[in-house]
């Protein structure tokens, strides 16, 4: 009876020690409701709408210059001249797309550090898109025949080399932002490079294989 007593009388205050102790960001419990919940912060895009409609608006240029080759009947002197650009852009383009590759993978050894491939890529943006926009101009003298399933995969690879282009940008001026970047926005790195590669290589060869 003498510990039944005590347990009536005991102060309801004591039971704060009980209570799990506020946490940053979740919002305080009114008296006798349950406990708050803690709200996770919002996760920051890799890239924003804004970015993703730069990067698709290539794909308009690159229709404009489809149409344009189709229009235009360059002279053999122009067409010449026409197939040496394409090759130095491609040497320009590709050239600057493996160093930056080369980067980040001397940097996943071990060998270098984020920063290193960070300002690479930075340097070498404008040869890369040089390289493509040369690719895309020079390609409209070249009198592609578009009834070929192979010149339509080579123009399919240019247009993403443009989208990813763009998006590579995006994600490594948000990688040059951060001391310790996320395993998400690290890995955004990673499949812009690999898809890059794939989509410089395959219009690389396909040229190759269609030159005349």
Not at 39 to 55: D, G, N, Q, S
Not at 141 to 156: N, R
């Amino acid at each position: 009876m003498r510990v039944l007593s005590w347990l009536r009388r005991r102060p309801a205050s004591d039971g704060a020690a009980l209570t799990v102790p506020a946490v940053a960001g979740a919002v305080p419990a009114a008296t006798g409701a349950s406990p708050a919940v803690v709200t996770k912060p919002k996760r920051e895009p890799i890239v924003t709408r804004a970015e993703l409609a730069l990067a698709f608006s290539t794909l308009v240029v690159l229709a404009g210059v489809v149409l344009g080759s189709a229009l235009v009947q360059p002279p053999p002197v122009v067409h010449s001249v026409a197939q040496f650009v394409h090759l130095a852009c491609v040497v320009l383009g590709l050239g600057s797309v493996l160093a930056v590759d080369w980067f980040g993978l001397r940097w996943q050894l071990g060998h270098g550090t984020l920063r290193e491939v960070v300002s690479t890529a930075a340097a070498l943006a404008v040869p890369i898109w040089l390289g493509l926009g040369g690719l895309m101009l020079s390609g409209m003298l070249l009198s592609p025949d578009y009834g070929s399933t192979i010149t339509l995969v080579k123009v399919a690879m240019v247009g993403v080399a443009g989208v990813v282009g763009v998006l590579a940008l995006a994600v490594s001026r948000r990688l040059a932002a951060r001391t310790n970047p996320s395993r998400r926005l690290l890995r955004a790195g990673l499949l812009m490079a690999t898809a890059s590669q794939l989509a410089w290589w395959t219009a690389t060869v396909i040229g190759f294989l269609n030159r005349s």
